[in-house]
């Protein structure tokens, strides 16, 4: 059975720190291209980086690029997401996705697995 189970989510202050976890089991990890979406209230879910499965290579939208960085453990089957100076508009539950693409895809069609997702909130 495949599971992307996410953690570290919570509430924090403007230019704050989180580091977001995602542990994956039932599939094997090391040939899947590994990302993090977000969906804030209201708005689509949109793609925040990912890291090729094929490569190594990561990519990180626009909007966080400098502030966020991807990594993957392939020996404990773990991709986290450190996210630094958070800003309101990081506010969104943050969502694990899984693709056997071997790039960088950043359509969410592209992802064949998906886990629940951990809140987000940035505010004072």
């Known amino acids: 059975q495949v599971q992307l189970v996410e953690s570290g989510g919570g509430l924090v202050q403007p230019g704050g720190s989180l580091r977001l976890s995602c542990a994956a089991s039932g599939f094997t990890f090391s040939r899947y291209t590994m990302a993090w979406f977000r969906q804030a209230p209201g708005k689509e879910r949109e793609f925040v980086a990912a890291v090729s499965w094929s490569s190594g290579s990561t990519y990180s939208a626009a909007s966080v690029r400098g502030r966020f960085a991807l990594s993957r453990d392939n020996t404990k089957n773990m991709v986290n997401l450190q996210m630094n100076s958070l800003k309101p508009e990081d506010t969104a539950v943050y969502y694990c996705?899984?693709?056997?693409?071997?790039?960088?895809?950043?359509?969410?069609?592209?992802?064949?697995?998906w886990g629940q997702g951990t809140r987000v909130t940035v505010s004072s």
């Open positions: 996705a899984a693709s056997r693409d071997p790039g960088i895809p950043q359509d969410r069609a592209t992802y064949d697995y």
